[in-house]
């Protein structure tokens, strides 16, 4: 007997190890969630007040408590309870807060359940704007196609123009549909952004030592050298400049990393090293001259992509 038992779990495992694995929605691929809703809930009338624990609600059920803009079951969708819209019935969320964040992405699902009579039926409506304005912008106009899609099927990630950044917007789904039994579905409804960069392009360079070489008549002078940006979306440093004496010439003997002299309008002679300082990162620079120098305060130069800082450090004089 006990062997039997044995033989009819293995059997059952293999059946279960051979299914498909059945995974989520990929969605909410950005950094910061800032407004989500999948209408888990087990009041099955007005949607306002719904939503998942932590977030604000919806603002406006255009049905008030009605049944075209309400929470119902689609039959075997396993996601739980969604959104159904129809004739004309819409669903907004205002004021949603996109402060400090870039790249904002509306992303959600959506299905459709039509009667099938032939007829047009209608379509999903989804649209943005700026909180502070009165016109509203589309983002996707889904037209139902009288194939039965349950609220999971087809997942969009949508994104918004550029002044859906650092502001506050307003969202809305409308069921646009002409009959009854035409009815647009939403789920899995998710504003996210990227966290904006600050201080992009701002450095700070500073003066760590000086070592006067006497054995051979030399000087080292070493640098640390900041980017103060910070957040995903900033920019490395490409190269950074320090002014050195035009007269007499200095000549630089070693430097570390590899440096090179050259001739700038802006500054005449000077040293340049080419590096990459990551955003929130610091780099030392160390080079070596011909000669005992008093210190000066020097002019230096950084560049991040298309952004330039400028500023003075103590470095050799004339």
């Known amino acids: 007997m006990r ?119 209608g379509s999903l409506i989804v649209e943005w704007k700026q909180s502070s304005s009165g016109t509203w912008s589309n983002v996707n106009t889904h037209v139902l196609t009288g194939t039965d899609r349950d609220p999971g099927y087809n997942l969009v990630d949508a994104t918004l123009p550029a002044g859906a950044a650092g502001t506050s917007i307003d969202i809305r789904f409308t069921g646009s549909t002409p009959e009854h039994d035409d ?41 640390n050298v900041t980017n103060l940006a910070s957040g995903t979306s900033c920019t490395e440093m490409s190269y950074w400049v320090l002014d050195l004496c035009d007269t007499p010439a200095q000549n630089v003997t070693s430097s570390s990393p590899s440096a090179s002299n050259f001739t700038d309008p802006g500054f005449g002679h000077a040293i340049k090293w080419e590096a990459a300082v990551a955003p929130g990162a610091t780099q030392s620079f160390c080079f070596t001259l011909d000669g005992i120098w008093q210190g000066v305060q020097r002019d230096w130069e950084t560049r991040a992509g298309d952004l330039y800082d400028s500023g003075t450090v103590i470095g050799p004089g004339c």
Not at 30 to 37: A, C, K
């Open 3 to 121: 062997s039997r038992i044995i033989s009819i779990i293995g059997v059952a495992l293999l059946i279960l190890m051979a299914l498909p694995a059945v995974s989520p929605p990929a969605l909410a691929t950005e950094t910061t969630i800032v407004f989500q809703d999948n209408f888990g809930t087990s009041d099955l009338s007005n949607v306002e007040n719904r939503d998942v624990p932590g977030y604000d609600d919806w603002d406006d059920d255009s049905d008030d408590g009605g049944t075209n803009c309400a929470i119902r079951d689609w039959g075997t969708y396993t996601g739980g309870h969604s959104l159904r819209l129809r004739e004309g019935a819409f669903l907004r969320k205002n004021t949603i807060s996109t402060t400090g964040l870039t790249n904002i992405h509306l992303e959600y699902t959506w299905g459709e359940d039509t009667d099938g009579d032939g007829s047009e039926d």
């Open 183 to 223: 009815k647009a579905w939403v789920d899995n409804v998710i504003v996210s952004g990227d966290p904006g960069c600050l201080n992009n392009g701002q450095f700070g360079v500073k003066l760590v030592s000086v070592t006067n070489n006497l054995s051979d008549n030399t000087q080292t002078w070493c640098y």
